[in-house]
């Protein structure tokens, strides 16, 4: 109780100097927490492992964060819009070892880049198709979006089990090594195209009629359905691109490991939700932001990079992980609740 | 000019007429052969007790219910209003009580919602806040701070100019208020009465449905009272009094006896 009433303090002492500042500059502040966290835990592992900044460990780290910050990408889409989806995980792995499937299929040696092209093109279908199927079920059939992707996220490991027997697909060829774990000018092809579809996202979040809408839908659903937006088709549209994501992190992590399995996004599913919580954006919709869940997903990797290089049992992430997200959502909360009460407040009021 | 124009007496035609509205519910008559007329740069109060069909009416106008006999006319062609979208294209724009605005978006963006400006096939952001400001400007909604504020962090007065504002924005020429001023203080109340004269000086014609029979007196030019899916009255606002008004909702009729109690 102590504890958290200093906490809670503190928070709001930052919330009043920061108000003191410009609009811009206050808001950008406040959002910054994560940063902050982020910016935290990098000076801190700076000193506590040794030779730990070094180009080697940040792209570990931002090779380890790329495949579920895929998922988190579209997550972000959907919590915002206040939904859920429970599949993505299993759609990473149903994609990974179609993928797989058909490129082990069609592979008559070489270095295969016809055959991964065709195999890429499969994950995303694959990902895309069962994204569409989640945004039917939530959009025309009206099922809650939690009870809608925790049935498919069931059907779709099946289905992923289905296709490969239950075994792990390997005997890649070597151009899906190339796209796994090669690089362009030092940097990692998983990191490039994470960050691509970071930047795609970013801009579909704020700068499209589409992304206004997910915002828009989050706070009322009601008033956007009046304002005469097809929502049925804005919900199928939102979990496609969450499938389509999740396909791509299939592809991407089967070419990784060179090996393909259904229980490949097992704890990537949960990994990812944490990271669009940490950075920002709550289950209560309507807010949030595509670089908070890039910062949430890099905190998560760091922390088990970070404990790896000093030799602390990498048991300790999840327990880390953990507090993390409490903290952070408590501090996010609290300062939503000041944010509002501040802009009020400095409101000229012209009522009782 | 040498063609002389000929002298058409311009009967003053009502941007929209009713005519014989019926609307029924199951065994439950709604409205009854119920005509009604708004007229260009005037407010209408729209009076009625609970119960009485004003909001029926409204949907009628507004494209949400169909009526099942009758005919509206807007500026003076008949029409058929089968949705929202439909009204919207004539120029109709209804503000709800609940004011349909996403709490977390700005002015700005909640004016625009459903109907974003896009360059390019992205928003065109620079250009919404011009336009928003200038509505906002020429309907003179000026206690906001920033119109790039959150509207949650507006007072109830200014969500409500916000809702008008937005309903406004697209050349409206009829805008239907549903309660204007329930749960709104005395200042905010004023302030948005005078809100509803300046559309009506913009030549909008507006109609306010309320309860609050001192709000209607200061704004209504003309009255309109339904009771029990009749409209028993509609004249000049100055043909009235309040007792006359609280007459027609609760009797239906005016200058019986009073009830003995």
Redesign the interface.
Known sequence: MEGSRSLANLVSRWVVASTRLGPRLQSALLRMSSLAVLIGLIIFFGFTAPGWYSTTTLFNILTATSLFLLLALGETFVIISSGIDLSVGSMEGMAGVASAVLIVHIYHGGFGIGVVAAGAAAALVIGLLGGAINGIVVGYLGLNSLIATLATYGAYLGFADIISNGFPVGNLPPAMATLGNGSVIGIPFLVLIAAAASLFCAGLASHTRWGRYVFAIGANREAVRRAGVNLRRHTVLLFTLSGGLAGLAGLLSTAKFLSASSQAGSTDLLIAIAAVVIGGTPLTGGEGTIWGTVVGALIITIIENGFVEMGVSGFWQLVVVGIIIVVAVYVDEYQRKLRIAAASASQPRVDE | MAQVAPEVKVAEEPLLKVRGLDKHFGPVQALSKVDLDLPAGQVTGLCGDNGAGKSVLTKCIAGIHQPDAGQIFWEGRPVEIRS??DA?RLGIETVYQ?L??????DIV?NMF????R?RR???DEDEMERAAAATLASLRVT????IR??V??????QRQSVAVAKAVMWNSKLVILDEPTAA?????TQ?VLDLVKRLRDHGVAVMVISHNLNDVFEVADRIAVLYLGRMVAQDKASAFDRQSVVEYMTTGTVGRAPVET
């Open positions: 929202a979208r919207s609940d349909a605005l996403a709490d977390n978006l963006q919602l459903g109907r974003e896009v096939g992205f928003l206690t906001v701070r920033s504020q959150p949650a962090t507006l007072s109830g007065g709104l203080g005395v200042m905010q302030m």
